[in-house]
């Protein structure tokens, strides 16, 4: 027993609303009674028979339902909006549509087809060349090169401490794990204040080490910057005293 789709908000639509009570029947009556491309063999004895009514002709239905059916030769007649609604977009190479294409083709009506045939291969290597652009616009995401915090540095950090040039591997890892921590830039931007504003990070220990992005990240880092652990050297003379802030949305935006 074939089985078949059913709009079940047909029923608000005005123009099945306002249909006689006799031709929703005979609606019904032809999409369940029309082959697997929506071509019915008139017989009219049989609508007769199960619709109750031998009062229904074939004049009577083409007026009431319009260009929505079509009548062929040999006694045949074409619920139109059938495939379209039942099958969508018909592929030539899918097996569960060949049955409809074939007949389709046989009455000549696959050029009157309210939507273009389209190759199953095509369809999927087209999707396949989609999803390919897709991962590479991931792969090349600001976000990844140029993360907020990345930004935050390379926007507040002193002039003579390294710039972050890029943000991938176990550094985007640790970054974002320390955004994760804390998202707000008024506190990455003090950090990196007492980071600028410190001898010892700046080159003056006896290592003549000098603090980078590496160590901005580092999970201890933050902290002890804020609780003066750095400041034991002695301060800067030329503090860094503007700052800049970038919301989330602006440093995806900013590849500076």
């Not at 074939?102 to 009157?112: A, D, I, P, V, Y």
Request: hydrophobic share 30%; charged share 30%.
């Amino acid at each position: 027993m074939a089985k078949r789709f059913s709009d079940s908000e047909k029923w608000k639509k005005k123009w099945f609303r306002e249909l006689p009570p006799v031709m929703k029947c005979v609606r019904e009556f032809l999409q369940d009674n029309c082959d697997h491309a929506g071509v019915w063999e008139i017989d009219m004895k049989t609508m007769h028979h199960f619709i109750n009514d031998s009062t229904i002709t074939l004049d009577q239905i083409v007026q009431q339902f319009g260009n929505k059916l079509k009548l062929l030769p040999d006694d045949k007649l074409w619920y139109m909006g059938f495939i379209n609604f039942q099958y969508g977009v018909l592929k030539e190479n899918y097996n569960p549509h060949k049955p409809a294409l074939n007949r389709l083709k046989e009455l000549g009506l696959t050029s009157t087809l309210q939507q273009p045939l389209t190759n199953t291969l095509e369809s999927v290597m087209s999707k396949s060349k989609s999803k390919s652009k897709d991962k590479n616009k991931k792969e090349q995401s600001p976000c990844q090169k140029f993360h907020p915090l990345a930004i935050l540095w390379n926007k507040n950090k002193r002039t003579e401490l390294k710039k972050v040039m890029g943000c991938s591997g176990k550094r985007l890892e640790s970054t974002r794990a320390r955004w994760g921590e804390n998202q707000k830039p008024k506190y990455w931007i003090e950090v990196i204040q007492k980071i600028n504003n410190s001898k010892f990070c700046n080159g003056h220990n006896d290592r003549k080490w000098t603090a980078d992005f590496d160590f901005l990240i580092k999970p201890s880092s933050a902290h002890k910057a804020l609780e003066g652990k750095y400041d034991q050297g002695g301060f800067m003379s030329d503090k860094k005293d503007e700052y800049q802030e970038n919301t989330w949305e602006q440093a995806l935006g900013d590849k500076s």
